[in-house]
């Protein structure tokens, strides 16, 4: 889908991004970090042609990006940032139906697909369309930003920190509409972030960047199980780095199955994380497991969080 080879960019001289090889796989939802001034926002605005290389290839979908004209890569790939950049003077609904209207959309199919994208992101659409950016809060503001990026049913979502403003609650709730969203379209995402938590929960790629290199790139699990060297155990954290193992597996990889247990039960999607906060938080040494709907599936001990996964227990 993107597809850099041995790309470089130089700033008045001085080389931000060198030689970076890199492949994003349709359906991927490919997370970029590292320390400030790595060269993540530089990488992402590369793709959109925000910031144009100067070595190397960039191909979308097996072109390369310079074939293209900037207007129309930027209509085929969303685009969120943290600073949001929602036009002043239009409402919601005509800052989510921008990229919509510049194709063509007739006005009922932009109306419709307003509604739905505020609904999905918990804004009223009758509280909300008619409203300028500037009567939002920041929170309300990103939503709308993220909400405008996936209008057009973009194939890439490019997004530059788009949960930083908010608060822990709301930034839970629209990473798991993230995953959702991702899930069910399929859309490809590269997203950047300074939070490793955040990388950990979205990425089914993580790709760690020091100095404009590329230091390590796998799945969350396999980067946390393995860092590659020090570096990226410090970046990782090193004495939470067990906790985030957990957090990078669910409950239904090591679940067993069709065992009955007793107690509130636990979703099969959860975190192993969150499986051990509610063992230590309820004192209890195994939980019942259920599916979305609430039916029973299983259970989980806890001696299974320190168990080599099984290749049969997926849910
Ligand atoms: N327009 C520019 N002119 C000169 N230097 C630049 C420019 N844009 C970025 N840089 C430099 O290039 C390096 C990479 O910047 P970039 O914004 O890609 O990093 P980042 O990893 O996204 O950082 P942060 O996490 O702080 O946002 C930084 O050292 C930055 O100062």
């Known amino acids: 889908m993107i597809r850099f080879e041995h790309v470089g960019k130089d700033y008045a001289g001085w080389t931000a991004i060198e030689d970076l090889s890199l492949t994003v796989e349709k359906g991927e939802f490919c997370v970029l970090i590292g320390p400030s001034g790595s060269g993540k926002t530089t990488t992402l605005k590369m793709i959109n042609r925000l910031i144009e290389h100067d070595r190397g290839r960039i191909l979308f979908e097996g072109t390369e ?48 697909r307003v509604t739905e994208l505020l609904e999905m992101l918990t804004l009223d659409p009758v509280r909300y369309r008619a409203r300028y950016p500037r009567h939002l809060s920041g929170g309300e503001q990103q939503r709308v930003g993220v909400a405008r990026a996936l209008a057009a049913n973009p194939s890439v979502l490019l997004m530059d920190e788009p949960f930083g403003a908010l608060d822990p609650v709301t930034r839970d709730t629209l990473q798991a509409e993230m995953l959702r969203i991702q899930a069910a379209s399929g859309t490809t995402v590269v997203l950047v972030t300074h939070d490793i938590d955040e990388a950990i929960r979205l990425a089914s790629r993580i790709v760690i960047l020091d100095h404009g290199r590329i230091v390590q790139s796998g799945s969350p699990r396999d980067i946390l199980a393995a860092p590659a060297n020090d570096f990226v155990a410090d970046f990782l954290g090193r004495s939470d780095r067990g906790l985030r193992l957990l957090a990078a597996e669910r409950v239904g990889d090591r679940m067993r199955r069709g065992e009955v247990a007793t107690g509130e039960p636990l979703p099969v999607d959860a975190s192993l994380r969150e499986a051990l906060s509610l063992f230590v938080a309820r004192n209890v040494d195994r939980l019942p497991v259920r599916d979305g709907d609430g039916t029973p599936l299983g259970s989980i001990h806890l001696a299974d969080l320190v168990r080599p996964p099984s290749s049969d227990a997926k849910p």
Not at 73 to 81: D, E, F, H, Q, V
Not at 85 to 92: A, E, S
């Open 65 to 112: 990006i310079r074939s293209f004209a900037p207007e129309e890569l930027r209509r085929r790939m969303g685009y969120a940032i943290q600073s949001i950049g929602l036009f002043p003077h239009w409402t919601v609904e005509e800052n989510i139906g921008a990229v919509p209207k510049l194709l063509g959309w007739p006005r009922g199919r932009i109306r419709d």
